[in-house]
Each structure stands twice: as C-alpha cells, then as structure tokens.
C-alpha cells in the first residue's frame, strides 16, 4: 500500500546545501581556540542536526562557563566566508526537487538569516520562498519534535501525511518523535548506521529520493539502503 504524503518536509544543511562538511571544519578550529579539542566525527555526532542556542549551551556545560556575549558575532563570519567560497547545493538535490510530485517545505536548525544566504547562494531559496521554517520559531530544537509538528501545522498537513528528508542522527530523532515517516541520507557526514531505525529509509543518493518518497509503504519500517 502506498503512503498517503501531503508534505515533504526537508532539513536545510546537509540535505538541500553541502554545507555540514564546510561547518564542521570551521568549528573545529573555533572549538579549539575555546580549549575543547573535538574531532571533526565527535562534531558531527555530538552537533550536527541541532539548533545553534542548543549547541551554545552544551559548549558552555562543558566549559563551566558562559561564553562571551560576543562569541556568536564573532563566529558567524567565519562559516560566512568559508561558505562563500565553498558551497554548493548537494549533489543530486536539484534533480530530486525537480521531480517530486509534493508540496514541499524546508525545516532548520540555522536561523532564517543563515538559510537566506545558504538557500539564495546556491539559487534554492526561490523554490521554498514562504514555506522556510527555524529551530528559533519553536521552544525546543532538534531531536525534540516541535520544529516538525510546527512545519507541519503551518502547512496545513497533519504529521501522519508528512515525511521527512533528514542527515543528520537528531534530525531523524526529531521526525520520528514528531510520527513522521524519515529519509535518511547518509550521502554526507553522517554514516548510514547512525540514522537507521523504525520508519526509515535510508539512502546515499539524493536522485533516488522521489522515486523512494513515492514507493514508501504506510508502515515504513526499512533501515538498509535501497539497492542501486
């Protein structure tokens, strides 16, 4: 039986911009100068997916201290500059969008700012004008599920028609929390391990995304990649 969808909802960095890559290089080095020495796999496992206040808090637990107010303004133009002359869209997501039969919105960590420049650098700002939703519009960020439900409340939908395209581990927590159903791409940091569970598919190209969204089965419950 095929799934009855009224949305697909999309992650910003890492799904619709090959942005995480970029990201976590920056903050490794900022992190560094902080005294907290991570790989750029612990970033990815410990940060990629949430919302900036949410990382704020976990870096100053750890540091037993308040970061200085000026921390972010101070980071921000780092990650603009290196996305400046970095990014790109993700291989395959321009396709992918092309050819999905659904309506179709954008779920973030970044604030609206941030995907303003990501979205309109790479020319995929135009596609969603005025279905771009924050992890600042709501209380809790990733993997709580209140930045989906939002999504999904503001588009008119009810969470049990949406599906959700995420890459990263608290991306997927999220989705699932919220009932979505979740396609996990494992093309980009996160190994393919990290976002297999219930209700999930996983994959590693993002040109078999539309084909996979319309085959998906009301009681998903797939965590291996489709075959190529």
């Known amino acids: 039986m095929t799934a009855s969808i009224g949305l697909v909802i999309l992650d910003c960095d890492g799904v619709l911009v090959d942005s995480e890559r970029i990201g976590v290089r920056v903050d490794a080095a900022v992190l560094a100068q902080l005294g907290w020495h991570l790989t750029e796999a612990e970033i990815v496992d ?3 997916g949430r919302s900036t206040e949410s990382i ?3 870096i100053e637990d750890h540091l037993g201290r308040p970061l200085p107010e ?6 921000a133009p780092l990650h603009r500059r290196a996305l400046a002359a970095e990014l790109r869209p993700v291989d395959g997501i321009v396709e992918a969008l092309d050819e999905l039969p659904y309506p179709s919105c954008v779920a973030s960590g970044g604030s609206h700012e941030k995907m ?3 979205l309109g650098l790479t020319g ?5 004008e005025g279905r771009v939703f924050s992890a600042t519009e709501v209380a809790r960020g990733k993997p709580a599920p209140d930045l989906f439900l939002h999504a999904a409340e503001r588009m008119g939908v009810d969470p049990s028609a949406c599906v959700v395209v995420e890459d990263s581990f608290h991306g997927v927590r999220a989705a699932r929390a919220a009932g979505m159903r979740v396609f996990g791409y494992a093309g980009g940091l996160t190994p393919a391990h990290r976002l297999e569970g219930p209700h999930t ?3 590693e190209d993002m040109r078999q995304l ?3 969204v319309a085959g998906a089965p009301d009681d998903t419950d797939r965590s291996t990649q489709p075959p190529s």
């Open 56 to 58: 704020t808090r976990e």
């Open 210 to 212: 539309p084909a996979l």
């Open 124 to 128: 995929l700002y135009r596609r969603f």
């Open 201 to 203: 598919v996983v994959f």
């Open 116 to 118: 303003r420049f990501t």
């Open 46 to 48: 410990r940060f990629l």
């Open 70 to 75: 000026s921390w972010a303004a101070e980071v």
